[in-house]
């Protein structure tokens, strides 16, 4: 992934302009036809990234495009999709605050299209498993097929399985990435896969999902819980025109995240002081 | 970094409650006084992470603490610091937007108290690179004891160097982190060290550096250049009171992004239809 | 309230510098003990407002004091209070999205400290009247001492009321503004005061609030049901140092507002194309 | 304007959905056609406002409009214009921070499409007046139609004049609401229009103009300088759906208020403690 020079089979972000960008795989001696012209893949294969190349006239003209290597950020946007994806900014917030990074064992329910779960491989990378799950068919096969194009299946397990209700027989996960409608039903099961201090992460649109999830968070005694939202501003620089762009995604989604901690019992679950008798000469608990 | 269990000398994160928060190293027969009692280090040593402890009791009481493992937010907003710091939000962006990730080779100037420095490495591991640079010694001095607190410090080089003058003799590097007061003095040099396709974002706090920077990438041939600010919103969750919460970070700063890309010539430089003559029988310019 | 000079009883408004300002009665022969010096208010009245004067020498020196007229924003941000107050940018927002201008007749539940009722009352001036309620017997006393300071008492009418329980005994009512706990329970109630085409505007801090209150108003057949909720962002303007503030308000508190339409029956509640065996030759249906 | 029912030539507001909405003036014997078919005035004229018309038959059926008395954001976003305008919220910020209310002497500079002009004559009603000046013929006329539409021209004057060049012969004004692209060249002459304690404010999309007009405004002694932007978030509200909307303005512009204030010399515009030889006994400086 990290060669200089494009490989063929590579997948390359192909940019012409600010709205017409492709994230498209260098097959070699074939083509890719544009409405600025035509794009042969031996014309790249052999190159740096970050070449610029011309398009086959068009009619008596070449138009320069910029062959750049994708980043994570191109993955996401850029993915052929049909469901709500994470944007860019909250799949950075996700990875800080969860602390998925090279080495973590991760789940993810729902995969959706796969943008996520490319994005999340790459940071796992290479010791670094994710498990992804989905009960959608399609968008099992949609992420898959994102994986494969991005050269990153080996890092990734895609299959069929409801995190709700499916016993998925894991232990020991760093953290899971929940993505679907109704995540507070995944609360109980991802309570037994993660690991002590282990994160998770739950991506809602809706201030209901945020509600139900917390609680059962808290239900199943889950510590830190924080719900997030960001508002992300591009800002028009110009010399004398300097000033956040007129149009703007308005909301994205929520981002709630909780730790597992070590499950005591319920006289000790509150973060009161505590009465002495229940406190042996070690400051432990006597019971607990 | 990913073992279970709590060993000597490991960085823990010991949180009481909301406000009160340490990053601390458990060190073997020693103690951690808070204003709720007494931590003795070997309580934690062996535990899993995720343990909740107890303090020794002040007067007749002892109080919970969780030992968590350290994420990198904590590294972030816990760390003994004196300059500003980049936000966990703007860190994250910077992570997806420049593609920083496993087996990225990439210079940040400067390295204030090594926040941010922390958080690239964890990203960049095993086998990445951070050449970090600062003018004050005192920063750097702070930037390799959080390092090698953080047991990172293998992963990087932090010493001293001009960015604007010093020819730090790099070349093929991946990103550049500019987080200084005059970025826009650096892009030259940044030019010469980045490869091609490779990016570089710049961390300002004005708009005044912003627009300076701006014109220096412009300048020097960088595409895609983008500014983005993220405003991040803390959502209060409960049964009745579900609602953003009062107290709001109103400006963490300004980021602005870019690639490096092949340097044409100018005639080739505009994104204008390309003139027929100029194009050889490959769709390259003959010229350029 | 509009004369240049300041007279003997006026409210006028003290500024020393962005922190200390204070909104005072302008009492001949008494004074004004600040950290900075004593004001006495001879030195005041007579004056135009807008003039600059000096405290008493607070041991050797005098400081300098701009005296102004106060304006509405001061009213609410410098008014002793104890309840939470409306901000200026959502004060505005009511005014422009109810209508309330001069000649509105207003019905406001609860007053609070009267902060709002102040603003209101400025513009509906001179032939609109505010009728003020609350349970509270020392909101109404300090509402009604506030507009006595203000000298706009006369436009007003603050007393006890329960707006979810009582007949309040209005009719034709151009606008109902509501700052309330529980605002849904007022629903049915303002109804039967406003006219058609009347608004309500509820200012509530929750998002339960809000949902409680949209689905009671679309109960009871009002109609362009919105809610909107503003973020204002203070700019630091300097030479080299332009940018938000870093410290800003996250939430204020969300308002929805709505518009009273005649109430025609089930069939003709629905926006949906209306089937012709109901409407009559005039196009105007026969039952409804 | 605040009648009940619906007089010939009155300008009626009327509302089919949420992106069909008209302000229109209800002209007797007249007809108004929709793609939900024909409105005949008549069956308006008379009513009273908020009521539930019926379109005439299109094809067979006919469709719900509601007619409502137009409020002051009904004239910002529904009337006919070529040019930038204010939105609702920032109308409503101007309002409470200027304090342009009943009674108001404000000057407006450029009037634009006479969008924010109606809302301000609207609140400076029945004793205030708007002075309102632009160098585009086109824009003079269009404001004007729409005060006259609104039957708003008895508060306004509207007419051309360069408030950067021409003396235009005004005292004692209470505010200046500036909306042109150069309102930094506008300050000295505002500074002999404005009485002292008077209010500036000046709208502006770009940072730069902002920068330029506050340096101005410190230059002329104006006091209390501040500049703000307002970001306006839609709420859903659904039973399991509640959430910011997807789309929301992400900048609509920057107001810069200010005060203006007794002009001292020199010496004693800065903030600095008084020196006590520039203090007779009356604690009034000696010169200034």
């Known amino acids: 992934m990290n060669s200089e020079f494009i490989n063929e089979n590579d997948l390359v972000f192909l940019v012409l302009d600010d709205r017409r960008k492709w994230l498209i795989k260098a097959k070699s001696g074939e083509e890719f ?3 600025r012209g035509i794009i042969y893949f031996n014309d790249l294969i052999g190159k740096p990234y970050g070449s610029v190349i011309f ?21 996401i946007l850029h993915m052929k999709r049909k469901t709500q994806i994470v944007y860019p900014e909250d799949a950075g917030l996700i990875l800080i605050y969860t602390g998925i990074s090279p080495g973590s064992k991760v789940i993810e329910a729902g995969c959706g299209s796969g943008a ?12 670094g498993h994710i498990y992804s799950y989905d009960i959608s068919q399609k968008n099992i096969e949609r992420t898959i097929k994102n994986l494969k194009k991005a050269g990153l299946q080996r890092f ?5 399985g409801d995190i709700t209700n499916d016993n998925l027989e894991h232990n020991n996960i760093d953290s899971v990435v929940l993505d679907m409608p109704q995540p507070w039903e995944a609360i109980e099961n991802v309570d037994h896969y993660l690991k002590l201090s282990g994160t998770i992460v739950s991506f809602s649109p809706t ?17 830190d819980i924080n719900t997030y939202e960001l508002i992300k501003r591009k800002i028009q620089v110009k010399e004398n025109a300097t000033r956040p762009f007129t149009r703007m995604v308005g909301h994205t989604g929520y981002m709630t995240f909780a730790r597992k901690i070590q499950d005591l019992q319920n006289p000790y679950r509150e973060k009161k ?6 406190i042996n000469f070690n400051g432990m608990p006597l019971r607990g």
């Open 156 to 160: 990734a397990t895609v299959q069929y």
């Open 207 to 223: 201030i209901e999902q945020v509600k139900k999830t917390t609680f059962s968070l808290k239900n199943h005694g889950f510590f």
């Open 273 to 278: 002081p505590f009465k002495k008798e229940y």
């Open 55 to 75: 398009s086959k006239p068009y009619e008596t003209q070449g138009y320069k495009f910029c062959v750049l290597r994708p980043l994570p950020s191109d993955y």
């Open 33 to 35: 036809h544009t409405d």
């Open 116 to 127: 996520l779960t490319c994005i999340l491989v790459n940071y796992i990378r290479p010791d």
